[in-house]
């Protein structure tokens, strides 16, 4: 990544203008380098104020910093110079469920969905909302609120067609307890099984991850033989932003889970615990 | 310069719990330097190494995380520790009861005194 940063800054020095500072500045929101991002951006967008994409990565970064007000504006402000920018329906629709605003955020990510119906990331971010607005109405429904239910109503439509999304929902009830953190289980080959990886400019990256880790299981364990250390039970990687802990299931699978790096470690631990347990009554049901 | 990394590598080694230190090339998975106890298999040890912690920095890249700082692989009778820089990894072997937050510490205070 650093190669790349270098590369991209040495292009936009010698061609100021140049369309690279949007890969630069996203280069440096991904490692973590969010005030340079920003900067970069910035000065990208004197240069070309009305590039969609430049609003894009704008509101990207404000998102990895906290700002959500600030990255709907700037989503907003895609939409508005070009109609049919996906990442801005998805962008908007991903600020608004953070918000806890799930019909808003359903309304953006179902006009994402007519732009794009093929997009899996749209699909999963569709029916997590509506779960949250069933699980709403639910709730509502408990406490006797028929008018309230009523008002729901409308945007729970096609929520009996979502009983096959519950493994998106597997760890659900342990990864919203107290911080951001986000859990999967990846069968040997880096394909999900469970659980989801929505990144917080609401990327669904859980595929990605998959693809990239498949194969760390058998490599734990070759490693492990080769120094006679038994066999292994965690494995721990810390990252600039995040902390990821992994452990390993039967038939190779992998269960990992992320948090943000102010979660102690020990904490992350915890977590990766009950959602091995979590997955493992599930595997035994035969959820895999 | 092999001095300096001899000498670091092998202050990380005289840690408690430690068996073993290897400062190995990311890329291809070659030793660049180790010091190890006897009886250990560090060639095919430090290929393994790089590779885990080469799948670990792309799948953190992948989701957007920046770049590796430290990888704890624990095992029932023992642990790894890895921490890179420069597309080189610092790789530690040590036993079940080693004191890992002290390594940690000190591995990343070493790789940033390694510098080739």
Redesign the interface.
Same mark, same amino acid.
């Given at each position: 990544?650093a190669d790349e940063i270098r590369r991209f800054s040495e292009e936009l020095a010698r061609d100021p203008a140049s369309p690279v500072y949007l890969q630069l500045g996203e280069a440096l929101?991904?490692?973590?380098q969010l005030d340079l991002a920003l900067k970069v951006a910035l000065r990208g967008l004197e240069r070309h104020p009305h590039q969609a994409d430049a609003h894009d990565l704008l509101a990207r970064i404000a998102v990895d910093r906290g700002e959500l007000e600030r990255a709907f504006d700037e989503w907003d402000m895609v939409r508005r110079i070009a109609p049919a920018h996906l990442g801005a329906r998805k962008g908007m629709g991903y600020v608004l469920f953070k918000q806890g605003k799930y019909v808003e955020a359903q309304t953006y990510l179902s006009e994402a969905s007519e732009l794009d119906g093929e997009d899996e990331t749209v699909a999963t971010a569709l029916a997590m909302v509506r779960v949250k607005l069933r699980e709403a109405d639910g709730a509502r429904g408990a406490q006797g609120a028929r008018g309230a239910q009523g008002a729901a109503g409308p945007a729970l439509e096609h929520v009996e067609h979502l009983e096959h999304l519950e493994h998106l929902r597997l760890f659900e009830e342990i990864t919203s307890e107290g911080g951001e953190h986000t859990a999967l289980l990846l069968d040997a080959t880096g394909l999900v099984m469970a659980g989801t990886?929505v990144?917080? &400019?609401g990327?669904d990256?859980a595929q =990605?991850?998959g @693809?990239?880790?498949s194969?760390?299981s058998d490599?734990?364990r070759?490693?492990?033989r080769?120094?006679?250390?038994? &066999?292994?039970?965690?494995?721990?990687? =810390?990252?600039? @932003?995040?902390v990821?802990a992994m452990a390993p299931m039967r038939d190779d699978a992998l269960l990992l889970v992320?948090a943000s790096k102010a979660m102690p470690l020990g904490l992350v631990h915890r977590v990766l615990d009950r959602c091995v347990e979590r997955a493992r009554t599930w595997m035994k049901k035969g959820g895999a | 310069m092999k001095a300096n990394l001899t000498s670091i590598i092998s202050a990380l080694t005289r840690q408690r719990g430690v068996r073993g230190s290897l400062l190995v090339d990311e890329t291809d998975g070659v030793i660049i330097d180790a010091t190890l106890h006897v009886g250990m298999k560090g060639p095919a040890f430090a290929a393994l190494a790089a590779s885990l912690y080469r799948k670990a920095r792309l799948s953190a890249d992948a989701a957007g995380l920046g770049g590796v700082t430290f990888l704890r692989l624990r095992a029932t009778e023992g642990h790894v520790c890895a921490a890179g820089k420069n597309e080189m990894v610092l790789v530690i072997i040590a036993d079940a009861r080693a004191n890992i937050g002290l390594i940690r510490m000190e591995m990343l205070k070493a790789l940033e005194r390694v510098a080739i």
């Open positions: 990544m929101r991904r490692g973590g990886y990144t917080q &400019d990327r990256v =990605e991850v @693809a990239e880790l194969g760390v490599e734990g070759r490693a492990m080769h120094l006679g250390l038994g &066999d292994w039970s965690s494995l721990t990687v =810390e990252t600039d @932003a995040a990821v992320a | -």
